[in-house]
C-alpha cells in the first residue's frame, strides 16, 4: 500500500513543478501588453520632453539612402515639434506629434512639417516623393539616444540628445559643410592601402582598397564637427562611424568601435578650383578661327561676360549675353568645375526661351532642352592667366559643344529658333562651338 502511494506521488510531482512554472510566467507577463505599450510610449514621450536643447537626427530618407543624410533638429513638448535644419537655416516649422500604438510605440508627425515631411512630399516632378519617413517605431530609450527605425523605409535612425541649442548645432552642421572642399580620400592603414570618391552632390562616399576587392559606398550626413556614415566604414577590421574633419588640412580623423583612432586624408584633383575663385569678369569666346587658339583674336565671337555668385551658392549667374539672357552655371562642389547645361532663360511671345544644349560636330546639329545636357568647365592650370575650357558633359544623349536659343510652348512643344531681336545674343540664336571664359 505504502509503495503505491508513494508511486503515486511521484507522479504528482510534475504536476506541481508545472503548475509552478505557470505562476512564474503568469508574474512576469501579468501585464496586459496593451498596458505594456502605453507604457513605453510614456516613457518615450517623457524622455524626448525632458531634453532642455532638444535632439538632433540625422536624416536619411529613401530604403538605399540614395539622397545622403541631413541635419534635423526637434524639440518636443505639450504635443508639439518644433523642427530646425539645414535644408532651411532661416527657420524652424512647427507641427503636431503624438505617440501611437501600431503593434508597438510609433513617434507620427501627424500634422505637415515642412522640414519633416519635405522628403516625403510629392511634387509634379516626382510623384513618388523622395521616400521620407514621419512616422518611427521606437526601438530603444537612453537617457541621451532613442533608436527609432522609419516605418516606411526600415531606416534606423538615432534622436541624439542636443548638448547646445538647435540654432548653434546647426549653424556649426553649415559651417561644416561649407568648408567642406575636398573630392576624395585616401589613407594607408597598417600597409593596406584606401582610396576614395565623394559625391556631394549625393552625400555618398564610395570606398575601396588598392586592388578592388573590398568595395564600401556610405552615405553621409553633415555634423558639428564632420560627418557620420548610415553604417560604419570598415577600415582593415576596425568599424568608424564618424569623422571629425578639419578644413585647414583636409584631414578626417575617427575612433573606432575597438578604440583604435583612424586618420584619412581628405584630397583635390590638381585642376580643382574653389568655388569663390570663379567670381569676377571673363570674356567667353566661340567659333574658334584655328584649331588651337592662343588668345581671344584666335575667334569669331567674343562676350564680356561676369560671374556673380547666386544667392545659395549653388553656382554663378552669367551676365553680359544681352539684357533678358542671365543662365546660371552651377558649381559641382565635389569636382570643383562649374556645369552650364540646358535651361530656360525667360519667357516671350507665348513662348519659353532656352538655352538648348546643340551637338554640331558630333550629333549633326541635333539640340536638346534636356537639363542634364551640357557642358562644364575644365581649368588650364594657370594661375596667372586663368582660363576656363569648356568640355561635353557625360550626358550620353548628345555631345553638346554649342549652345542655341530655342522657342518652346509649356506643353514642351518646339516653336523653332528665336528670331526677337531681344533674345539673340551677337545678332544671332546661336553660339556655336563654345570655347573657353578668359578671366579679365
Known amino acids: 500500500m505504502k509503495n503505491k502511494i508513494f508511486i503515486y506521488l511521484l507522479f504528482l ?41 532638444g535632439w538632433e537626427l540625422d536624416y536619411f530618407p529613401h530604403e538605399k539612402r540614395q539622397y545622403g543624410g541631413y541635419a534635423i533638429t526637434v524639440q518636443f513638448a505639450d504635443g508639439k515639434a518644433v523642427v530646425g535644419g539645414e535644408l532651411d537655416m532661416e527657420h524652424t516649422y512647427e507641427s503636431l506629434y503624438k505617440m501611437t500604438n501600431d503593434q508597438g510605440p510609433v513617434l507620427t508627425f501627424d500634422s505637415y512639417n515642412a522640414l519633416m515631411h519635405y522628403f516625403a512630399t510629392p511634387s509634379s516632378g516626382n510623384y513618388e516623393a523622395m521616400h521620407g519617413d514621419f512616422e518611427f517605431v521606437i526601438d530603444s530609450v537612453g537617457s541621451d539616444v532613442v533608436k527609432v527605425h522609419g516605418k516606411k523605409t526600415q531606416n534606423v535612425l538615432y534622436f541624439r540628445k ?24 585616401e589613407a594607408t592603414l597598417d600597409g593596406e592601402q584606401y582610396a576614395g570618391i565623394f559625391d556631394l552632390d549625393y552625400r555618398q562616399l564610395t570606398l575601396s582598397n588598392a586592388d578592388g576587392s573590398q568595395v564600401q559606398k556610405q552615405a553621409y550626413a553633415f555634423t558639428d564637427k564632420g560627418i557620420r556614415f548610415y553604417e560604419p ?18 584631414l578626417f ?10 586618420s584619412l586624408q581628405g584630397t583635390l584633383p590638381a585642376d580643382y578650383v574653389k568655388y569663390a575663385d570663379y ?12 584649331k588651337q ?18 544667392a545659395d551658392k549653388s553656382g554663378y549667374i552669367m551676365e553680359g549675353l544681352n539684357d533678358n539672357i542671365k543662365p546660371v552655371l552651377k558649381y559641382n562642389k565635389s569636382k570643383g568645375n562649374l556645369e552650364l547645361n540646358s535651361q530656360i532663360v525667360g519667357s516671350a511671345n507665348g513662348y519659353n526661351i532656352w538655352l538648348c544644349s546643340w551637338g554640331l560636330a558630333q550629333n549633326n546639329g541635333s539640340l536638346t532642352s534636356n537639363t542634364s545636357a551640357g557642358m562644364v568647365t575644365q581649368w588650364n592650370m594657370d594661375k596667372e592667366n586663368p582660363v576656363y575650357l569648356f568640355k561635353p558633359n557625360a550626358y550620353s544623349g548628345l555631345v553638346t559643344d554649342s549652345f542655341i536659343l ?11 529658333k528665336v528670331t526677337d531681336s531681344n ?3 551677337k545678332k544671332t540664336h546661336q553660339l556655336p562651338y563654345m570655347y573657353g571664359l578668359y578671366k579679365r
Do not use: H
Open 423 to 425: 533674345w539673340l545674343v
Open 293 to 310: 587658339p592662343a588668345s581671344t583674336a584666335d575667334f569669331y565671337y567674343k562676350v564680356n561676360v561676369t560671374l556673380t555668385p547666386n
Open 253 to 262: 580623423t575617427g575612433t573606432s568601435s575597438a578604440g583604435t583612432v583612424v
Open 233 to 250: 566604414l570598415q577600415l582593415n577590421g576596425e568599424l568608424v562611424s564618424d569623422f571629425t574633419y578639419e578644413p585647414e588640412t583636409n
Open 406 to 416: 530655342w522657342q518652346y510652348t509649356a506643353s514642351g512643344t518646339s516653336g523653332g
Open 13 to 53: 510531482l510534475p504536476l506541481f513543478a508545472f503548475q509552478s512554472c505557470l505562476k512564474d510566467q503568469e508574474d512576469i507577463f501579468d501585464k496586459d501588453p496593451a498596458l505594456r505599450v502605453q507604457e513605453a510610449m510614456e516613457n518615450a514621450n517623457k524622455t524626448l520632453v525632458s531634453s532642455e536643447n
Open 162 to 185: 542636443l548638448q547646445i541649442s538647435s540654432e548653434e548645432y546647426l549653424a556649426k552642421v553649415k559651417e561644416v559643410e561649407d568648408n567642406f572642399v575636398v573630392s576624395g580620400v
Open 279 to 290: 567670381a569676377g569678369d571673363y570674356t567667353l569666346c566661340y567659333y574658334p578661327k584655328v
